[in-house]
């Protein structure tokens, strides 16, 4: 199924995604000024009236781009400004809305009433399937190795099994750090490559340097799959836990009905501010540079990989008319 018309101009197919109290306007901004879709997670403007006055910056400042925004709603019952967001979003016409933890047939009728596109995030094919069922055009399939909450699945089990009945926009997301993985996703038949974590160390993301230098530091070892702090599974530095004070290496299970997306999680140590979210894709993330440089060094990773591919399926040339 041909893409959108939003997304006909992309630099790379690349979605940056949201990330709690990382992506401001000041992020946002640069990423789609790069050429890909920028966003952020409608949470992180606060008070809830600085939503609109964010929207206002962006569009501004975004003028004359061709890569479109996205915005983050996290449907979810802790979530007590979802109504009022999705009215600031109706007043931009943001294009594209990302949802996340639930999928709410009312949230994708009023976003298809203002012309956008709605995506919802899943860890597995079930998600998947509901939230096709309640009305999302597209889907982020987020695999094991994701930054902050996600699943357990081998991003080939996901693909496969999303794309065996599903033809329409489809995002592959966990430790795409490099070209090379982003030519990966679409060999795997996704639209996108939806990277969050590379975009921690860059100079505009809103990020302690500390946090961005240990993910400069960092490789997949690093990482802690832990439900303790949110009550859902996620992905953390394995430095910030034990500055907490806790053993990354014996760590409770999470109590799932506290779960309060945005205010500091279960345990002392506030989620997201001090436990440091991260992918296990780190290892190719080896200096702290503007978003621009960033993109840039992807750019040329992924045409690399392009033609090394073209050299590798050629000694395959007996598989190919
Ligand atoms: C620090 C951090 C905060 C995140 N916050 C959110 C969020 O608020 N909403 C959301 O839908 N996903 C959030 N995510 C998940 C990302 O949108 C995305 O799925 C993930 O970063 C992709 O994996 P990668 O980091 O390995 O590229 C967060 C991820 C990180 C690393």
């Given at each position: 199924m041909p893409l959108p018309a939003p997304f006909a101009s992309l630099r790379l197919p690349v979605i940056a995604a949201p990330m709690f109290i990382v992506s401001t306007p000041h992020l946002v901004i640069a990423q789609m000024r790069s050429g890909i879709v920028g966003s952020f997670p409608a949470l992180n403007a606060r008070p809830a009236s600085?939503?609109?006055?964010?929207?206002?910056?962006?569009?501004?400042?975004?003028?004359?781009?061709?890569?479109?925004?996205?915005?983050?709603?996290?449907?979810?019952?802790?979530?007590?400004?979802?109504?009022?967001?999705?009215?600031v979003l109706e007043k931009h016409k943001v294009p594209l809305v990302i949802t996340?933890?639930?999928?709410?047939?009312?949230?994708?009728?009023?976003?298809?009433?203002?012309?956008?596109?709605?995506?919802?995030?899943?860890?597995?094919?079930?998600?998947?399937?509901?939230?096709?069922?309640?009305?999302?055009?597209?889907l982020i399939a987020v695999a094991a190795g994701a930054g902050g909450h996600a699943g357990p699945q081998s991003p080939f089990a996901?693909?496969?099994?999303?794309?065996?009945?599903?033809?329409?926009?489809?995002?592959?997301?966990?430790?795409?750090?490099?070209?090379?993985s982003i030519l990966a996703a679409q060999a795997m038949g996704a639209d996108f490559a939806y990277i969050g974590t590379p975009f921690i160390a860059t100079n505009e993301a809103n990020a302690a340097s500390e946090y961005k230098q240990a993910i400069v530091d960092g490789a997949a070892a690093d990482i802690v799959y832990s439900s303790l702090?949110?009550?859902?599974?996620?992905?953390?530095?394995?430095?910030?836990?034990?500055?907490?004070?806790?053993?990354?290496?014996?760590?409770p299970e999470g109590d799932k009905t506290q779960m309060d997306f945005g205010s500091g999680g279960n345990t002392a140590a506030k989620a997201w501010k001090d436990i440091w979210g991260s992918g296990q894709?780190?290892?190719?993330?080896?200096?702290?540079?503007?978003?621009?440089?960033?993109?840039?060094?992807?750019?040329?990773?992924?045409?690399?990989?392009?033609?090394?591919?073209?050299?590798?399926?050629?000694m395959a040339s007996h598989l190919v008319d």
């Open positions: 600085q939503l609109d006055e964010w929207l206002c910056e962006i569009e501004e400042k975004t003028e004359g781009c061709a890569a479109p925004l996205a915005v983050n709603l996290i449907v979810h019952k802790s979530n007590n400004r979802l109504q009022e967001d999705l009215k996340s933890l639930g999928a709410m047939p009312e949230v994708n009728a009023a976003v298809h009433g203002w012309g956008g596109l709605v995506f919802h995030d899943v860890i597995n094919d079930r998600f998947a399937r509901k939230a096709v069922e309640k009305g999302a055009d597209g996901l693909m496969q099994e999303i794309r065996a009945w599903f033809d329409g926009p489809l995002a592959l997301s966990g430790a795409i750090a490099c070209g090379r702090f949110t009550g859902v599974h996620g992905n953390y530095l394995r430095a910030s836990i034990t500055a907490a004070g806790l053993d990354p290496d014996n760590l894709g780190i290892g190719a993330i080896s200096s702290i540079e503007p978003v621009e440089s960033r993109i840039a060094a992807l750019e040329t990773q992924y045409r690399a990989a392009m033609d090394a591919l073209r050299d590798r399926v050629g």
